[in-house]
């Protein structure tokens, strides 16, 4: 069986997998953006006003979560109040019915089609939805899905870690060329199996890393392409953004598998990515550089500068203040404002998650 497809199996076999036995999805085993607290949402709102402005504030406005696990960061952006608010359409897609479950905890979730409108069919089941209305300035209106909506909209795809989590193909080279990594069965145990590569695995790799070592190894992130490819088919106008670690895909050949092909388990790095399936998180840096054979992103930034780009310093010292204000008080509000600069620290550390790439690519009108 391909490595990939038993990554698959591993993270999202609905009996199993990491992400319906889990519960919490990663919360439970290491710390997203999201998680950290509200302040990532905080800074996500205000740049969603940035990207709405930027369209001519339409109404309705979509924004697809992508990966939205439990909607954390659904949570944060709507606390936040953004000023697209009252055209905001939030739609969190999530595979894992475990994880969807769990977000009706945190969000007021709606059916589709009170998102979609009358005679739109949002979820390609071929059933038309036909008693949904839609209005302007009714938002924000929230609701989730378990894949991309079948139809495009005018707004903002985001995926926040998303990508590292798609199953992919592994690659090493020998000194017959590039051979697949496939999982076989040897008395009772998981075992690697060489066998040669398909051209069609092959075919952008040789571009990618150019005279590789025999015993290099990369992977090839074909559902992560389809991702994007699907991701850009869903908006008529706006933008794509993709958060996630990324490297290139010559430097990963050069680096230790063990160090960009990662298992997280209770806070802690896991076991080898064939062990414990179903019990820990298989995760795989994005090699961005594969990504752009879909299409050359418009802008690639660290997710230190993104926040700093969209004001995250300015909604610190506006903590700060409210702290010094409501500290005599002690109470939520004040809490909350200091957390900030807890929050600010770990979002912006460029040896994590200040470090992830923030890659954009703006479809329709006023591409760069
Ligand atoms: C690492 S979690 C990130 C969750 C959230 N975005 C965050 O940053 O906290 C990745 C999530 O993506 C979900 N997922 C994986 N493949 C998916 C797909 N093709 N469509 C939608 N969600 C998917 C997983 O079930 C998981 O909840």
Not at 97 to 120: K, S, W
Not at 188 to 209: F, N, Q
Not at 286 to 315: K, N, P
Request: glycine content about 10%; proline content about 5%.
């Amino acid at each position: 069986m391909p490595f990939g497809e038993v990554v698959d199996l591993a993270l999202y076999d609905p009996v199993h997998g990491f992400y319906a036995t889990g519960g919490a999805g990663r919360r439970a085993d290491f710390i997203t953006s999201p998680e950290v607290g509200p302040l990532y949402g905080a800074v996500i709102a205000r740049g969603l006003d940035a990207w709405w402005r930027e369209l001519d504030e339409p109404d309705p406005f979509f924004l697809i979560d992508a990966g939205a696990g439990r909607g954390a960061l659904a949570a944060s952006v709507l606390d936040a109040a953004p000023d697209c608010a009252a055209a905001l359409r939030y739609v969190m897609v999530e595979r894992s019915g475990e994880l969807r479950d769990l977000q009706g905890d945190l969000l007021p979730v709606v059916e589709p089609r009170f998102v979609f409108g009358a005679g739109t069919s949002a979820v390609d089941d071929g059933e038309d939805m036909a008693t949904g209305k839609l209005l302007e300035g009714t938002g924000p209106i929230v609701t989730a899905l378990e894949d991309l909506p079948a139809i495009a909209v005018v707004g903002v795809v985001l995926a926040n870690e998303l990508l590292d989590n798609l199953s992919f193909s592994l690659l090493e080279y020998t000194e017959d060329g590039w051979a697949e990594v496939m999982v076989g069965i040897e008395e009772g145990e998981l075992v690697e199996v060489l066998v040669p590569a398909s051209d069609h695995l092959v075919r952008g790799i040789g571009e990618l890393v150019e005279g590789p070592r025999p015993g290099d190894r990369v992977p090839v992130q074909g559902e992560a392409r389809k991702w994007l490819i699907a991701a850009l088919e869903v908006i008529e106008r706006g933008r794509v953004v993709v958060i996630d670690y990324c490297d290139r895909t010559a430097s990963l050949a050069a680096r230790p598998q063990r160090e960009w092909l990662r298992t997280y388990r209770a806070h802690s790095r896991g076991s080898d990515p064939l062990q414990d399936l179903g019990d820990q998180d298989i995760t795989c840096e994005v090699a961005y550089d594969q990504l752009s054979r879909v299409r050359e992103a418009d802008a690639v930034r660290t997710q230190a500068a993104f926040l700093r780009d969209h004001g995250i310093e300015q909604l610190v010292s506006d903590g700060r203040q409210v702290w010094l204000d409501r500290a005599h008080l002690g109470d939520l509000a004040a809490l909350k404002a200091r957390s900030r600069t807890f929050e600010a620290e770990a979002l912006l550390d460029e040896a994590g998650l200040g470090g992830f790439l923030v890659l954009e690519w703006v479809v329709g009108p006023g591409r760069a």
